[in-house]
């Protein structure tokens, strides 16, 4: 059974930088994509960024892309997000996840494996 924890979310101030991480446990296929996905009050939540379990390949939303970055530490069963130049619309209960069957989709319905998510507030 695979299990994601994350941690790192608190409240800052517009312009700061932040990591999350997320602890991974359990058997994950090498082919798997890991993925962050973000939801704010009221809203649908939405996909921030993903990156293939060799690291070949990522991706990331529009609303984040220069200021997000989604990496991994292999020996330490760990995904990141560093987010830098925060703003307050990027204030949300962030999400890690992993679609074992691949292919950096943006969906969260492709993904098997969630987190219990982590609150991130921005302050301006």
């Known amino acids: 059974q695979v299990q994601l924890v994350e941690s790192g979310g608190r409240l800052v101030q517009a312009g700061d930088s932040l990591r999350l991480s997320c602890v991974v446990s359990?058997?994950?296929?090498?082919?798997?994509?890991m993925a962050w996905f973000r939801q704010a009050p009221g809203k649908e939540r939405e996909f921030v960024a993903a990156?293939?379990?060799?690291?070949?390949?990522?991706y990331y939303a529009d609303s984040v892309k220069g200021r997000f970055t989604i990496s991994r530490d292999n020996a330490k069963n760990t995904v990141y997000l560093q987010m830098n130049s925060l703003k307050p619309e990027d204030t949300a209960v962030y999400y890690c996840?992993?679609?074992?069957?691949?292919?950096?989709?943006?969906?969260?319905?492709?993904?098997?494996?969630w987190g219990q998510g982590t609150q991130v507030t921005v302050s301006s």
């Open positions: 996840a992993i679609d074992s069957r691949g292919s950096l989709r943006t969906s969260s319905r492709y993904y098997d494996y």
């Open positions: 359990g058997r994950t296929s090498t082919t798997a994509t």
């Open positions: 990156r293939t379990w060799s690291g070949r390949n990522t």
